[in-house]
């Protein structure tokens, strides 16, 4: 079982940086492969940026990449987005996410997420 707790949103200026944070419990955290989704008002959620728990390759939606990067510190349970170079359409709330134990599966599948962050709201004035 994995507890998710996100943190770093914020209100922030078109071409700005913001750092995300989420927090897992457990000793089996770097067995976990990690995602970050965000979904905005009146929208349906979408896939941001992951990382998986073996191999370390990291994925992202084209909407974000050369923009965001996804990190993992599994010493401190714990996974970051950072953000730069922010533009108004990323305003939305961003969760962190988590797959099941030792599982690999299609990253930016919602549906092989088991775990979920409360999500933490990121705003983006222009």
């Known amino acids: 079982q994995v507890q998710l707790v996100e943190s770093g949103g914020g209100l922030v200026q078109a071409g700005g940086s913001l750092r995300l944070s989420c927090a897992a419990s457990?000793?089996?955290?770097?067995?976990?492969?990690m995602g970050w989704f965000r979904q905005a008002p009146g929208k349906e959620r979408e896939f941001v940026a992951a990382?998986?728990?073996?191999?370390?390759?990291?994925y992202y939606a084209d909407s974000v990449k050369g923009r965001f990067t996804i990190s993992r510190d599994n010493a401190k349970n714990t996974v970051h987005l950072q953000m730069n170079s922010l533009k108004s359409e990323d305003t939305a709330v961003y969760s962190c996410?988590?797959?099941?134990?030792?599982?690999?599966?299609?990253?930016?599948?919602?549906?092989?997420?088991?775990?979920w962050g409360q999500g933490t709201q990121v705003t983006v004035s222009s």
């Open positions: 457990g000793r089996t955290f770097s067995r976990y492969t």
């Open positions: 996410a988590a797959q099941g134990f030792g599982s690999s599966f299609t990253v930016a599948t919602m549906a092989n997420y088991h775990y």
């Open positions: 990382i998986s728990w073996n191999d370390g390759n990291t």
